[in-house]
């Protein structure tokens, strides 16, 4: 099994449609982020969280919010999809140790039509 | 300025040659370095984090220079299987992960 699952992989979705990306860990780290990724932008950062009760915006945050239901579990919401957030969103970990990298899922590609 | 730069490519290189690519930081105050591969469609996966003194892993070296604010990394003898997009990534000051577009390479026959 994936240490970082998401899910769903595809969603299609209408404009104002809400919508919940789900993302959840085996890594056993406290930290757990999410970014969108377009084409020629590289990687944002919408929203991170250190433990279950620290919350943070990130630089792209409007339009979005948050979950973090358990150590393990992060989940993000679309609250009314609009057609600019179709992406390819991921779900990264990392322990608290600054000199390690990100674990990423497999992502999710969201359209909104 | 983008916080971290990278030439777009595409790199286009046959089998076997040596292709490097340069990454630029505006943050000096930047804590630690990666470089990530990510495949299309797939997710970001660590390649190697780069260290001062610089650091080597088998065909891939990497490279950081402080002071010009640049970290590169170095392909050699490229396989088919080296085709893929590579991140630049930096940790600033403030512990946040800055990523740069990234660098396409499709290594050709």
């Known amino acids: 099994d994936a240490d970082v699952t998401q899910t769903p992989r595809n969603r299609i979705t209408k404009t104002g449609k809400r919508i919940m990306l789900e993302c959840s860990q085996t890594?056993?780290?406290?930290?757990m982020y999410w970014y969108r990724q377009d084409p020629g932008l590289g990687l944002r950062l919408i929203y991170y969280?250190?433990?279950?009760?620290?919350?943070n915006k990130g630089e792209i945050s409007d339009g979005y919010s948050v979950s973090r239901q358990a150590q393990a579990k992060f989940s993000l919401s679309l609250e009314s999809a609009i057609p600019n957030q179709t992406a390819l969103y991921f779900c990264?970990?990392?322990?608290?140790?600054?000199?390690?990298?990100?674990?990423f899922g497999s992502g999710t590609r969201l359209t909104v039509v | 300025r983008k916080e971290v730069e990278q030439d777009p490519g595409p790199f286009n290189v046959p089998e076997g040659a040596t292709v490097a690519f340069n990454c630029t930081y505006s943050?000096?105050?930047?804590?630690?370095f990666f470089w990530y591969r990510q495949d299309c469609r797939k997710e970001p996966k660590l390649l190697m984090s780069?260290?001062?003194s610089g650091n080597e892993d088998g065909r891939f070296t990497a490279q950081l220079n402080r002071a010009s604010q640049y970290i590169s990394l170095l392909i050699r003898d490229s396989k088919l299987s080296d085709s893929a997009t590579y991140l630049c990534?930096?940790?600033?000051?403030?512990?946040?992960?800055?990523f740069g577009a990234g660098t396409r390479l499709t290594v050709k026959p």
């Open positions: 990264a970990t990392s322990p608290v140790d600054r000199t390690y990298g990100y674990t």
């Open positions: 890594k056993g780290h406290d930290r």
């Open positions: 969280s250190f433990d279950v009760k620290d919350i």
């Open positions: 943050n000096s105050a930047s804590q630690s």
């Open positions: 780069v260290y001062s």
């Open positions: 990534v930096v940790r600033d000051n403030n512990n946040d992960m800055r």
